[in-house]
Nanobody, 125 residues
Framework: QVQLVESGGGCVQTGGSLRLSCAAS????????MGWFRQSPGKERELVAF????????WFGDAVKGRSTIFRDADKTTVHLQMNSVQPEDTAVYYC??????????????????WGKGILVTVSS
């Protein structure tokens, strides 16, 4: 059974940092892009960041660019998101996702192959 399991969510104070992790299992993810998306109540799902299998490139949504990093473990099955200087507007459910194509990830396509269940991050002021 393929699983993307997110961890690291919870409550963070404004100005603080958060780190989310996503562990993939159940199949070989060679060649897959992995990344993070988020959704707040009443808003559409938006891109946070994603990274290719090689780990040699990264892409970020405008809202988090410049204050976030994304990287994969050496085994490449776990991806981490580090976000600094968090603000209340970063409050959302964060979803881990994986797909074979850049296009699907960049367009937040409905047919992205794998999704995690989501993890709540609440930024308190």
């Amino acid at each position: 059974q393929v699983q993307l399991v997110e961890s690291g969510g919870g409550c963070v104070q404004t100005g603080g940092s958060l780190r989310l992790s996503c562990a993939a299992s159940g199949r070989a993810f060679n060649g897959y892009y992995m990344g993070w998306f988020r959704q707040s109540p009443g808003k559409e799902r938006e891109l946070v960041a994603f990274i290719p299998w090689s780990g040699t490139s990264t892409w970020f949504g405008d809202a988090v660019k410049g204050r976030s990093t994304i990287f994969r473990d050496a085994d490449k099955t776990t991806v981490h998101l580090q976000m600094n200087s968090v603000q209340p507007e970063d409050t959302a459910v964060y979803y881990c996702a994986a797909d074979r194509t850049y296009t699907a990830m960049s367009r937040i396509a409905d047919d992205i192959e794998y999704w995690g269940k989501g993890i709540l991050v609440t930024v308190s002021s």
